[in-house]
């Protein structure tokens, strides 16, 4: 199987607007003869569903959640990058793009980076037209602060809410598309399973969570823009009900899914608490750039520290150790995350943590008060200092904060093509969902820009390519092949309800997470993989025969949801190992103990492994079939990347 | 911690519902409310009972999606949202009532969950600037005074969770409403559609069967994002003026 990326000719500068002229159009009038349907209502999929609906497509929108405004999106805090050089500091689209590119540690494809860099700047355009109250300065016009792997203010932000702000504009002008009726939504809806008629994706299965009804749904294209597969670790900074199976039921259906391993552990969270713990809260990658990241300078201090007989604010300034200021002095504490999570993990793992478990390092802001006062950091941070004195009960303005790495956001995902198309014809992946853009490694803030990238300014074209080259014949749901995935769904659902096991949904989820967490994690080595992959796959036969699902399927029953999403995990979990194993080589988030350079960094093995490694499903139980995408670098030169 | 848990209990939206009490132990002062629920469930899921059903997702107290009555009051004691909400705030031995949010419009589908599409509905009617997706201005042409982008800040964070509503005697939802007027109104971007927007929004509301505003402020003491109730205000104003000079014929 050759895959066939479909990157348009020309210079890297030309090739986004010479695409855009080349690409099909439909007519005004015949848009409305075409169905698409738009799973996911975050950044991607509500920025997606409005913007085709506006131009005249028929949408159906679907959500699990009470109400489109509630996707995960919403959670991001700190900002939105744009090449906008409003700050006059050196920012351009190709600086953009080079950050971004060098950040993913050279695992993505120049040209989707650098046209996500061209389209940043339209993006704020789009926002503030809609409303959202970005932060301004005294003169009225935007504001703008630096994140991490970035030396330019190129944040746009919201106080600690941009992602709030930025999805409920979009679902604002999702919202003003169902008022017009060129959306239909369905929220509290699964969807189960992807149809496909002549090898392209014309409909998928959905079950309705309030009434477990399994429903068909037809169009003439499908978008996936479900969000990343955090959760499969169970503790992550991801929404109790972000999934994978959307994506999962796409992949077993010929989807390939590209670069699994892939995934962020981003260095600011609140640390474990306990066993009881069922989530982990983010603490905006912000605030690295006034608070200062270190442990105590010495394993003797660490101890008393963690027993109690001493406080932070009693070490002396010698005594501490401000590791990323020294390790990487022109990036300080705002080096990329991968970098900042790995040298938390050092040291630590050298006994200097700073919390009762030894997992966690400060991150202080006592200079930053000295300088600037309280109330300038109150304002800039005062909604994260509130939530983390509420998760931990202390005053983060008179005692440093305490952080440590959790699983946040998934580089890997479906493959897509150019044209965010994955390789089955109609079937597309946008925002998270998808692998394109980050590459091993994704840059704080642009999580919301590839999103909403996809959504409002990419997706119009591509689908419409598609599109203007499909016939706009419907497809009845009463098809064979509709009823067929439908029975499958419907047989999958008894079987969980059938199995009346003896051990919970929740009981296999965590068994995963720690499966994953433990030897695909932040440090992964040959060993490890190979334990974790015979343990996952001993858990998953343990869960087809000993789960408990209680309940039936006709009625809102979350412990059917849960078993669901969970079954798709244990599959993934498996994928992801296989994929840590292949590839031979450490690079961003993805670090293989064997492959480091003496100073702790990642060693990338650019002559064997500058791959998309794309997998392709073969049937139950049996090992995936790996298929590479080469990757070509044009533009920029591979080098080591250094931030010191 | 040991506690008393009295919840209500509600099989589906036809179903009639009950409190039931249940014991459950152990429960450390770090655990979230929500936590502390999941252990629950998992010990009635043990013993293969149906699992107390309510609503969460994100559980950073951003995407509104918690619900809850607790104690008689909407998020629990404390001014936030219930997955914010910790244990520390209660004392060993208490007994707990926990309800879904009591409201018309909000009619409850199994025992704490329950819908509140009436508010996407309110937004439907009115709650965005009408621009299509490109041919808009570049971001910084549109200067927005610092005070003016601050005030829309403050109502446009509500989260939509409905606690205002579950607050009110009248189960209003006017400060929801007000919430998006006002920030909209504040801005230049609101300006065109000010009128209609208003109008619209408050005969959804009213259609929704929520109630009138008696300014008892028990909405703006209950929200957990700290809406104030000076928006209602604001979008009373908002409401006479366009009903006077309507254009709305």
Not at chain 1, 16 to 41: E, M, Q, S
Not at chain 1, 95 to 103: A, M, N, Q, V, W
Not at chain 1, 514 to 535: F, P, Q, S
Not at chain 2, 67 to 87: D, E
Request: proline share 3%.
């Amino acid at each position: 199987m050759i895959l066939d990326s479909k990157i348009p000719e020309g210079s890297l500068a030309e090739k986004w607007t010479k695409h855009k002229f080349n690409v099909k159009l439909v007519n005004p009038a015949n848009k409305r003869k075409y169905d698409v349907i738009v799973v996911g209502t975050g950044l991607a999929g509500a920025s997606a569903a409005a913007s085709l609906a506006e131009l005249g497509y028929n949408v159906k929108a679907f959500c699990f959640q009470d109400s489109p405004r509630r996707a995960h999106s919403i959670a991001a805090q700190g900002g939105i990058n744009a090449a906008k050089n409003y700050q006059n500091d050196g920012d351009s689209v190709y600086r953009l793009f080079y950050d971004t590119i060098k950040g993913g540690d050279y695992r993505a494809r120049e040209a989707n980076v650098y046209r996500l860099a061209e389209v940043s700047v339209n993006i704020i355009d789009q926002c503030v037209a809609q409303g959202v109250p970005f932060a301004r300065e005294y003169g009225g016009l935007l504001a703008n602060r630096s994140f991490g792997g970035a030396q330019v203010s190129r944040t746009f932000y919201a106080r600690g809410q941009t992602g709030q702000q930025l999805l409920l504009g979009a679902y604002s002008a999702l919202s003003r598309q169902v008022a017009n009726g060129k959306v239909k939504l369905y929220p509290r809806t699964e969807m189960m399973d992807v149809v496909l008629v002549d090898g392209k994706a014309r409909g998928i299965i959905t079950r309705n969570l309030i009434t477990g009804a399994v429903e068909s749904h037809s169009a003439h294209a499908v978008l996936l823009c479900t969000g990343g597969y955090g959760n499969v670790f169970f503790l992550s900074t991801n929404a109790m009900g972000s999934n994978v199976t959307a994506a999962w039921r796409a992949h077993k259906k010929g989807a390939l899914m590209a670069n699994p391993c892939f995934t962020q552990i981003h260095p600011t969270c609140i640390p474990v608490s306990g066993d009881h713990q069922s989530k982990l809260t983010l603490m905006s990658e912000s605030l690295r750039n006034d608070g200062r990241v270190w442990v105590p300078a010495t394993q003797v201090i660490a101890e008393k520290l963690r027993k109690g007989q001493i406080q932070a604010n009693d070490i002396k300034e010698e005594d501490r150790d401000y590791f990323l200021e020294r390790k990487y002095p022109s990036f300080g504490n705002l080096v990329p995350r991968d970098v900042a999570s790995r040298n938390a993990k050092y040291v630590c793992d050298e006994g200097r943590g700073v919390n009762e478990t030894g997992e966690a390092v400060f991150l202080d802001f006592r200079d930053a008060i000295i300088r600037d006062g309280k109330s300038v950091i109150e304002a800039k941070y005062g909604n994260l200092f509130d939530m983390y004195q509420q998760i931990t009960g202390e005053d983060p303005y008179k005692v440093p904060m305490m952080i440590y790495p959790a699983v946040h956001y998934t580089m890997g995902g479906l493959w897509v093509d150019y044209n965010l198309m994955t390789n089955v014809p109609g079937l597309y992946a946008l925002g998270e969902a998808n692998f394109s853009d980050h590459g091993a490694n994704r840059l704080g803030a642009s999580a919301l820009m590839q999103g909403l990238a996809d959504g409002y300014f990419v997706i119009p074209y591509t689908v419409g390519d598609y599109l203007a080259q499909s016939p706009s014949t419907k497809i009845t749901t009463d098809h064979p092949d509709f009823l067929k995935a439908e029975k499958e769904v419907k047989d999958r659902i008894q079987k969980l309800l059938s199995i009346k096991g003896e051990k919970t949904v929740d009981f296999f989820h965590k068994k995963l997470g720690k499966i994953m967490w433990e030897y695909c994690g932040m440090a992964r080595n040959e060993e490890g993989l190979k334990k974790a992959k015979a343990m996952i796959k001993e858990l998953k036969s343990e869960f087809w025969s000993n789960v408990k699902v209680l309940g039936e399927n006709e009625e809102l029953n979350q412990s059917l949801e849960k078993a669901h999403r969970v079954a798709d995990f244990l599959e993934l979990g498996e994928l992801m190992v296989d994929d840590a194993l292949n590839r031979n080589e450490s690079c961003g988030g993805h670090f293989r103990e064997e492959y480091q350079t003496p100073e702790g960094e990642a060693l990338r093995d650019d002559e064997n492994f500058a791959y998309v490694a794309a997998w392709k499903y073969l049937g139950e139980g049996q090992e995936e079939e790996l298929v590479k995408e080469p990757l070509k670098f044009e533009n920029v030169k591979l080098t080591q990347r250094s931030y010191k | 911690m040991d506690l008393t848990l009295k919840i209500w209990r509600q099989k589906n939206n036809s179903d009639k519902g009950n409190f039931k009490e249940y014991k459950l132990g152990g429960v450390s002062k770090d655990m979230s409310f929500l936590e502390m629920l999941d252990v629950l469930n998992e010990e009635l899921s043990e013993k293969g009972e149906d699992p107390v059903h309510f609503d969460h997702d994100c559980r950073e107290g951003i995407c509104g999606m918690c619900s809850l009555y607790i104690n008689g009051k909407p998020h629990g004691p404390q001014q936030t949202t219930t997955c914010q909400l910790h244990m520390r705030s209660f004392n060993d031995g208490e007994t707990i009532t926990i309800e879904p949010w009591r409201a018309k419009s909000f009619p409850v589908m199994k025992d704490l969950v329950v819908d509140r599409s009436a508010f996407d509905r309110i937004i439907q009617a009115g709650g965005y600037v009408s621009v299509n997706t490109g041919g808009v201005p570049d971001a910084n042409e549109i200067p927005i005074p610092k005070i003016l982008a601050d005030q829309a800040m403050d109502a446009a964070q509500c989260i939509g969770c409905g606690a205002c509503v579950a607050a009110c005697k009248n189960a209003s939802a006017m400060l929801f409403t007000s919430a998006k007027i006002s920030q909209l109104a504040l801005l230049p971007q609101g300006q065109v559609e000010r009128k209609r927007r208003a109008e619209q929004m408050v005969a959804q509301m009213d259609a929704e069967g929520f109630g009138a505003c008696t300014n008892t402020g028990a909405c703006e003491a209950e929200c957990p994002k700290s809406i104030s109730i000076s928006n209602i205000a604001r979008m009373n104003r908002e409401y006479f003026t366009a009903v006077v000079s309507s254009e709305n014929l």
